[in-house]
C-alpha cells in the first residue's frame, strides 16, 4: 500500500475526487494525510468525515518560508509519504522542500502550461482570447507552475464566458485528470525522461471537455 499525502488550503474539491477515486477504484494505496496551512480550510472536514488523518501547519506562525517548510516537510514525511499532491494548496515552496520531494509531488494548475503561470488563469485566458483553456498536471519543480507536464485536459473558451464560467468548466476537468494522474504515479506507470513524462502503457495524456 502505497502512501499518499495531500496538501490543500481551502475547498478541496480535488482532493475530494481524490479520497473518492482512491476508494472506489480501489488503488494500492490510502490517503495517509490531507494537511492544510489553513486551519479554516473547509476540505479538512470532508477528509475528517471520511476517517482520514488531518493535519494544520500554519504559515503564519512561522518567521521565514524555510522555517514554514522544513516544519510542512517533517509532518508529511511522519506519514512516510510516497506521493504528495498539492491540490489548490496555496503556498509558495522553497528549493529545499521542492527538491526533498522531486519525483513524487504533483500539482495541478488551471491553464494549459506553459501559457497562464501564476493567478487569474482564466480572466486572463479570456482577456487574450483564447479558444481553449484547461488544466495541467505536472510533477512539481522549484519554479512556480513549471515542471514536466503528466496530463492536460482542454475545454472551450466560449463567446460570453465569465471566469466563473471558464472555471467552473475547467474544474469539472481537473475532476478527472488529477485522480487519473495519481493513479498513474501510484501504480508506477509514468517516467520523465530531458523532461518528458511518458505513461508506460502509451494511456493517453490528453483530454478534451467540454
Ligand atoms: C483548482 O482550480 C486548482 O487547479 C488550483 O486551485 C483550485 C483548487 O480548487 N490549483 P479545490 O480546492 O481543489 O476545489
Not at 492536460?152 to 465569465?162: E, F, I, K, N, Y
Request: aromatic share 6%.
Amino acid at each position: 500500500m502505497k502512501n499518499i499525502v495531500i496538501l490543500i488550503s481551502g475547498r478541496g474539491s480535488n482532493m475530494e475526487a481524490i479520497v473518492n477515486a482512491c476508494q472506489r477504484e480501489g488503488w494500492p494505496a490510502r490517503i495517509a494525510a490531507v494537511i492544510s496551512n489553513k486551519a479554516s480550510a473547509s476540505g479538512l472536514q470532508f477528509a475528517a468525515s471520511h476517517g482520514i488523518a488531518t493535519a494544520v501547519v500554519d504559515h503564519k506562525a512561522f518567521d521565514s518560508r524555510e522555517a514554514f517548510d522544513a516544519e510542512l516537510a517533517r509532518v508529511i514525511d511522519g506519514y512516510a509519504p510516497d506521493v504528495v499532491v498539492l491540490a489548490g494548496f496555496m503556498r509558495i515552496l522553497t528549493e529545499g522542500f521542492v527538491r526533498h520531494f522531486e519525483g513524487k509531488m504533483l500539482n495541478i494548475h488551471p491553464s494549459l502550461l506553459p501559457s497562464f503561470p501564476g493567478l487569474h488563469t482564466h480572466q486572463r485566458a479570456i482577456e487574450a482570447g483564447c479558444k481553449l483553456a484547461g488544466a495541467t498536471v505536472h510533477f512539481v519543480t522549484p519554479e512556480l507552475d513549471h515542471g514536466p507536464i503528466v496530463t492536460q485536459a482542454a475545454v472551450p473558451v466560449l463567446s460570453g464566458d465569465t471566469e466563473a464560467d471558464l472555471a467552473a468548466r475547467v474544474l469539472k476537468q481537473e475532476h478527472v485528470i488529477y485522480p487519473q494522474a495519481v493513479r498513474w504515479l501510484v501504480e508506477g506507470h509514468l517516467s520523465i525522461e530531458q523532461g518528458i513524462v511518458r505513461h508506460a502503457q502509451g494511456a493517453s495524456q490528453v483530454r478534451w471537455g467540454d
